[in-house]
């Protein structure tokens, strides 16, 4: 495979290209993307699908130049698709004759199941949930892709789209109940096998509804990809997107890109969350161009990453980790503090993944100064874990790396995230671990070195000395009372 590949995604509503970096076998990080709100399907359903000249000429504009941006970043290989408003078209064959002559660009026209199969893909793949119902609202059409155990069940494209209702009906101030029969007549397209509590949002006007619900609640994380949307609690506000003047849309946060065609959305949403029973949205900052890439990059893997195998810390490692083998070094010793203490701190096992990642992780920050470290590793943990992690996955690697060396504060924000965030107590003492299993790693460790924690001390035994090791140790802020005392095995 390609070095570095571009995808292009001619959708209703906007064209966008996205130039993926492979960083081995299966690592890679997006390298570049942009968007143009072509609006290729402008007009077009008042004339049978007939996509206007205005339209194409806007398209082909913003395709010449992909094709030069794709080349500076030296791509080699470039797949283009288009969807809904293309395929629908009675004119395609034209529009795809004058952008292959103008730029050279093979546009491949999908259809909506390989739509939806594509963000499917991305979905299964990428969230770090497995299960659920995708809900891709685009322009001209929402496709959906049922995942159970990151494999995908079934497939589903429905003719309705923010553009296409927007063009239909919401242009011609028809009665809200009209717009809310043609959706409802689409639904019954759907199996009565399409329920799930978890949907995953995919699509432009889902991902600014949560930037909304994010602003208004004052989130403290400003990463929207795997961000989680109580359906119970929001629904009423999404309701009111749709139901609320086009000129009020301002007050309740809608940015001046999305007024023209977010109510449609946000009523085909609500329709669908309500059908599907949902009671949870994971917004999924992939989709469509993500599946195509990983549709290549996976086609001999069954469309699925090899268990256990998270393509966001194999990248991190290659682009970023100037001694993976310290890295390993402070994981090793984490799991084995952790294991050592657990008599005292009795913590929940499954905190061992996070404790992993921060330890492989901890120093990454020193690429960009040494000085610093911590926080500058912090912020790679939380803003580069692209995939595959929660929120509060994120929250608690990025604190056990900034706060591994001193205290906790009880009020930062990013501890509180959600309810289901441990305690600070809890957080405070695998961040102490980090930073003991740091502290272990200021040399290369001794394979032998042991801990064991009987009657109030923690004992570690090594045939090194580890002098500054146990100096470190020292000024560490402890979580409980209890001792820790080194031990020379050769003495």
Not at 274 to 287: D, L, P, Y
Request: with cysteine.
């Amino acid at each position: 495979m390609a070095k570095v590949t571009t995808v292009i995604d001619i959708g209703s509503n906007s064209a966008r290209m996205a130039i993926f970096r492979k960083t081995s076998r299966f690592g890679f990080y997006l390298l570049c993307e942009i968007k143009s709100k072509v609006r290729i399907s402008e007009g077009s359903y008042q004339f049978g699908g007939v996509l206007q000249e205005k339209a194409m000429q806007r398209a082909l504009s913003a395709l010449i130049e992909f094709k030069s941006i794709s080349a500076k970043y030296g791509s080699k290989k470039l797949f283009c698709v288009a969807t809904s408003a293309i395929r629908d078209a009675p004119n395609a064959k034209d529009f795809l004759r004058r952008v292959k002559e103008a730029c050279g660009i093979d546009i491949k026209v999908i259809d909506g199941k390989k739509e939806a199969f594509y963000g499917g893909i991305a979905c299964a793949n990428l969230s770090h949930k497995k299960d659920g119902i995708t809900i891709d609202i685009g322009g001209g059409s929402t496709e959906c892709a049922f995942i159970k155990e990151g494999k995908i069940l079934d497939l589903i494209s429905l003719n309705i789209g923010t553009i296409r209702l927007k063009e239909l009906f919401f242009d011609k101030n028809q009665d809200l109940n009209i717009a809310k029969e043609f959706i409802k007549k689409e639904l019954e397209k759907l199996p009565q096998s399409y329920k799930h509590s978890n949907v995953f949002g995919v699509g432009g006007t889902i991902r600014a509804i949560s930037k909304m619900i994010m602003r208004n609640t004052k989130y403290p994380i400003d990463v929207l990809h795997g961000y989680e949307v109580d359906v119970r609690k929001h629904l009423p506000f999404i309701e009111k997107i749709y139901t609320i003047k086009e000129d009020k849309l301002s007050t309740i946060g809608v940015t001046e890109d999305r007024k023209d065609n977010i109510q449609s959305g946000a009523l085909i949403l609500a329709m669908l969350l309500k059908k599907f029973e949902a009671q949870n949205i994971t917004t999924s900052g992939v989709g469509v161009r993500e599946g195509v890439f990983l549709s290549d990059l996976l086609r001999n893997q069954k469309y699925s990453f090899p268990n256990n195998l998270n393509p966001s810390l194999i990248a991190l490692k290659d682009r970023f980790l100037p001694h993976p083998k310290h890295g390993e070094n402070v994981r090793n010793e984490c799991l084995k503090i952790f294991d050592a203490l657990k008599p005292l701190h009795k913590i929940d096992e499954k905190y061992k993944f996070h404790l992993s990642c921060a330890g492989m992780f901890s120093s990454i920050g020193r690429i960009l100064s040494f000085y610093d470290g911590h926080e500058h590793s912090a912020y790679f943990l939380l803003h580069a874990l692209d995939y595959g992690f929660s929120h509060q996955d994120k929250a608690i690697i990025c604190l056990l790396a900034q706060f591994s060396n001193k205290k906790i504060p009880k009020d930062i924000s990013i501890a509180h995230i959600s309810d289901i965030m441990p305690p600070i107590l809890t957080l405070q003492w695998l961040s102490f671990v980090l930073g003991m299993a740091e502290a272990m790693s200021v040399i290369i460790p001794s394979m032998d070195t042991s801990y064991s924690y009987e009657k109030g001390v923690l004992k570690v035994k090594s045939d090194k000395q580890l002098y500054l090791s146990a100096e470190i140790v020292q000024k560490l802020v402890k979580p409980a009372n209890f001792d820790i005392e080194f031990y020379n095995k050769g003495t």
